[in-house]
């Protein structure tokens, strides 16, 4: 009768992991980072050290921006280890400039502080082939991503002798352009970018796992070739049916 039992039990964990004919739900959350690069990333970079070297006590860094993600994937098991499904993830994108020391006004005077946040929200819908080790420890996925961009904003922040001062609008709606240094322009993003991404998954396949992310996606812009490295970490959970 133990025996049966210890049968038994394994046969429906068994049941309940990923197997062969089952459709896997996954639904995740976490920490995404992109970092800006392409040719007009690098312009941007370039032209921030050259102010630098014209102006004393200037400084200024092009820096990745971070924000939380959320989203779910869906997947077919067509075989014991392998896997093809699709998602939809929420993915804010985009980059932080600060600089300090900032020349104004003819370069007779300086702002002291200055940060400008360019972000531009997606869904992002991933396309995979997914491979379920036979641990059910460990899932690898990958294959193209379609971006479909939801918002844009930008976010000027200035603070001098002490004030603050804040600027809020779309990229493309706004006025100030003394702050886009050439490959940081200000106009209405592509609606849809071509990207790629692979996953690590590691915990329990029918349950709760942590989930490492790397991938690139395509320029925001139409104009402009401002990629982006993509790096994303955080939780999920699976269901399998």
Same mark, same amino acid.
């Given at each position: 009768?133990?025996?049966?039992?210890?049968?038994?039990?394994?046969?429906?964990?068994?049941?309940?992991?990923? +197997?062969?004919?089952?459709?896997?739900?996954?639904?995740?959350?976490? $920490?995404?980072?992109?970092?800006?690069?392409?040719?007009?990333?690098?312009?941007?970079?370039?032209?921030?050290?050259?102010?630098?070297?014209?102006?004393?006590? /200037?400084?200024?860094?092009?820096?990745?921006?971070?924000?939380?993600?959320?989203?779910?994937? $869906?997947? /077919?098991?067509?075989?014991?280890?392998?896997?093809?499904?699709?998602?939809?993830?929420?993915?804010?994108?985009?980059?932080?400039?600060?600089?300090?020391?900032?020349?104004?006004?003819?370069?007779?005077?300086?702002?002291?502080? +200055?940060?400008?946040?360019?972000?531009?929200?997606?869904?992002?819908?991933?396309?995979?082939?997914?491979? /379920?080790? +036979?641990?059910?420890?460990?899932?690898?996925?990958?294959?193209?991503?379609?971006?479909?961009?939801?918002?844009?904003?930008? +976010? $000027?922040?200035?603070?001098?002798?002490?004030?603050?001062?804040?600027?809020?609008?779309?990229?493309?709606?706004?006025?100030?352009?003394?702050?886009? /240094?050439?490959?940081?322009?200000?106009?209405?993003?592509?609606? *849809?970018?071509?990207?790629?991404?692979?996953?690590?998954?590691?915990?329990?396949?029918?349950?709760?796992?942590?989930?490492?992310?790397?991938?690139?996606?395509?320029?925001?812009?139409?104009?402009?070739?401002?990629?982006?490295?993509?790096?994303? *970490?955080? *939780?999920?959970?699976?269901?399998?049916?």
């Amino acid at each position: 009768m133990f025996v049966a039992f210890v049968l038994s039990a394994q046969e429906n964990e068994s049941s309940n992991g990923p +197997r062969k004919g089952g459709i896997n739900v996954e639904f995740t959350a976490g $920490i995404n980072n992109t970092t800006p690069v392409g040719i007009d990333a690098k312009a941007v970079r370039n032209a921030l050290s050259n102010r630098k070297d014209l102006f004393n006590g /200037y400084s200024g860094s092009l820096l990745p921006k971070t924000a939380a993600y959320v989203g779910f994937l $869906i997947d /077919y098991q067509f075989h014991e280890v392998g896997a093809l499904g699709f998602g939809l993830i929420y993915t804010p994108k985009g980059l932080w400039l600060f600089e300090k020391n900032v020349p104004e006004g003819g370069f007779l005077s300086s702002i002291d502080k +200055r940060k400008t946040f360019v972000t531009v929200d997606y869904f992002d819908i991933p396309i995979f082939f997914k491979e /379920y080790f +036979r641990n059910q420890k460990l899932s690898l996925r990958f294959g193209p991503v379609i971006s479909m961009a939801l918002l844009s904003k930008v +976010r $000027i922040t200035s603070e001098d002798d002490g004030e603050k001062t804040m600027e809020k609008y779309r990229l493309g709606e706004g006025t100030n352009d003394e702050i886009f /240094y050439e490959g940081l322009v200000n106009e209405t993003p592509k609606f *849809i970018v071509p990207g790629f991404e692979a996953a690590l998954n590691f915990g329990n396949t029918a349950g709760w796992q942590g989930t490492v992310v790397v991938g690139f996606s395509g320029s925001m812009f139409e104009n402009a070739d401002l990629k982006s490295i993509i790096a994303r *970490i955080g *939780i999920s959970y699976t269901f399998t049916k």
